[in-house]
T-cell receptor
Framework: NAGVMQNPRHLVRRRGQEARLRCSPM?????VYWYRQLPEEGLKFMVY????????ESGMPKERFSAEFPKEGPSILRIQQVVRGDSAAYFC??????????????FGPGTRLTVT | DQQVKQNSPSLSVQEGRISILNCDYT??????FLWYKKYPAEGPTFLIS?????DKNEDGRFTVFLNKSAKHLSLHIVPSQPGDSAVYFC?????????????FGQGTILTVHP
């Protein structure tokens, strides 16, 4: 299966702990995106990365959130000192310049973060 | 300030009939439009897309129509099947500094009854 992979699928953290969410893009895809879906809402863009570069982080909260996509290994979304309001589904997507359109992003199954 | 709106939270359709899902956007800079389907506890699945240079794109049972002057797009599913029951999101993309970012509507829950 060459789809977008995310782990863990479910993550429970206590307030103040750190959450690390991992994403492996589809084979051949070099562009990674993170989106967040709060309960009863649509998906909201957070950040767009290419290997070793953050291209657009306009949707990232100013504090506690960071993302990286290293040369080797998965992309990581890191949330420090989690609060209850961080509870949401976090989706990773990937795309390639070789798809019919660069904008066609393919999503992983998501990580459901619950902060207790 | 919602740039993409799906004004119908839900839609109920009989199996075999047509399902029409609608989406309105406000920014004329958007130049690529997509539809995704999402089942509970899964990630969105790409369905079909259209660029601003076209007004229609068809793929099997799915057809997307784009009306640029009205800033409106729609997804037609014919014939509808019970397995189509899911949440449908429209998404839009623009060039320039927003390149790569998709903006999603709130979603429409489609229920197809046997």
């Amino acid at each position: 299966n060459a789809g977008v992979m995310q782990n863990p699928r479910h993550l429970v953290r206590r307030r103040g702990q750190e959450a690390r969410l991992r994403c492996s893009p589809m084979k051949g895809h070099s562009h990674v995106y993170w989106y967040r879906q709060l309960p009863e809402e649509g998906l909201k863009f957070m950040v767009y990365l290419q290997k070793e570069n953050i291209i657009d982080e306009s949707g990232m909260p100013k504090e506690r959130f960071s993302a990286e996509f290293p040369k080797e290994g998965p992309s990581i979304l890191r949330i420090q000192q989690v609060v209850r309001g961080d509870s949401a589904a976090y989706f990773c997507a990937s795309s390639s310049v070789r798809t019919p359109s660069f904008h066609e992003q393919y999503f992983g199954p998501g990580t459901r973060l619950t902060v207790t | 300030d919602q740039q993409v709106k799906q004004n119908s939270p839900s839609l109920s359709v009989q199996e075999g009939r047509i399902s029409i899902l609608n989406c309105d956007y406000t920014n004329s800079m958007f130049d690529y439009f997509l539809w995704y389907k999402k089942y509970p506890a899964e990630g969105p699945t790409f369905l079909i897309s259209i660029s601003s240079i076209k007004d229609k794109n068809e793929d099997g049972r799915f057809t997307v129509f784009l009306n640029k002057s009205a800033k409106h797009l729609s997804l037609h599913i014919v014939p509808s099947q019970p397995g189509d029951s899911a949440v449908y999101f429209c998404a839009v993309a623009a060039g320039g500094t927003s390149y790569g970012k998709l903006t999603f509507g709130q979603g429409t829950i489609l229920t197809v009854h046997p």
